[in-house]
Every structure is written in structure tokens, then in C-alpha cells.
């Protein structure tokens, strides 16, 4: 059974950086592509990025271009989620999530193993 479990989040200011992580375990991590989604309270869980098996294709959701960058490491079994340029609306529960494909998706319901969550919150 696939495991993920995500660390990294915490309190940044305005214009900060912080960077996630997510380890995985439990089956062969490179024959899974990997996403990030997140929920504000009282929001639906967005899709923030996601990355292909080989980590040479990645995606966005707009709001986050140019400011996330994600990554992987197939030797270590970990995808990263970079955030510079924070801003309090990025504040929210950050979710890992695994689909066992080769491309990344930005749909939720097609990721079968998700993390119980890291919380990033931004202030003003």
C-alpha cells in the first residue's frame, strides 16, 4: 500500500519562501506521477502542481506560476513543492497525492493514495 507523508509547512510572512516535501513508500515511486492540491477552510481542494513519473513534465495551476516550482527524486522517493513569493491566499492544508500513471493530472478524483496534509499559512 502506498504511503505518503508530507512536511515542510508552517507559518512564512508575506513575499517568503517555504518548501515541502513528500515522502513515499510502499511501492516502486517512479512508476507513479505525483501532484500537490491544497484546501482553504471553507474552499474546495484545488490542484497546485503535478509532475510526471520522469519529473520531465510538470503543470500548474496559474495562481502559482512562476512562483512553485515541483521536483522529484527517484533515488530518494520524494517530490518537493518549492514556494517562493508566498502570499496570504496561498495559505492552506497542502495535500500529497500519487496516481499510478506516468502523467501528472490536475484532477483530484484521479489520485488514488493522498498524505494526511502539511498546513502552510501566510500572514499579511
Known amino acids: 500500500q502506498v504511503q505518503l507523508v508530507e512536511s515542510g509547512g508552517g507559518l512564512v510572512q508575506a513575499g517568503g519562501s517555504l518548501r515541502l516535501s513528500c515522502a513515499f513508500s510502499?511501492?516502486?515511486?517512479?512508476?507513479?506521477?505525483m501532484g500537490w492540491f491544497r484546501q482553504a477552510p471553507g474552499k474546495e481542494r484545488e490542484f497546485v502542481a503535478a509532475?510526471?513519473?520522469?519529473?520531465?513534465?510538470?503543470y500548474y495551476v496559474d495562481s502559482v506560476k512562476g512562483r512553485f516550482t515541483i521536483s522529484r527524486d527517484n533515488a530518494k522517493n520524494t517530490v518537493d513543492l518549492q514556494m517562493r513569493r508566498l502570499k496570504p491566499e496561498d495559505t492552506a492544508l497542502y495535500y500529497c497525492?500519487?496516481?499510478?500513471?506516468?502523467?501528472?493530472?490536475?484532477?483530484?478524483?484521479?489520485?488514488?493514495?493522498w498524505g494526511q496534509g502539511t498546513q502552510v499559512t501566510v500572514s499579511s
Open positions: 510502499g511501492r516502486t515511486f517512479r512508476s507513479y506521477a
Open positions: 509532475i510526471s513519473t520522469s519529473g520531465g513534465s510538470t
Open positions: 497525492a500519487a496516481r499510478f500513471t506516468s502523467s501528472g493530472s490536475y484532477i483530484a478524483r484521479e489520485y488514488a493514495y
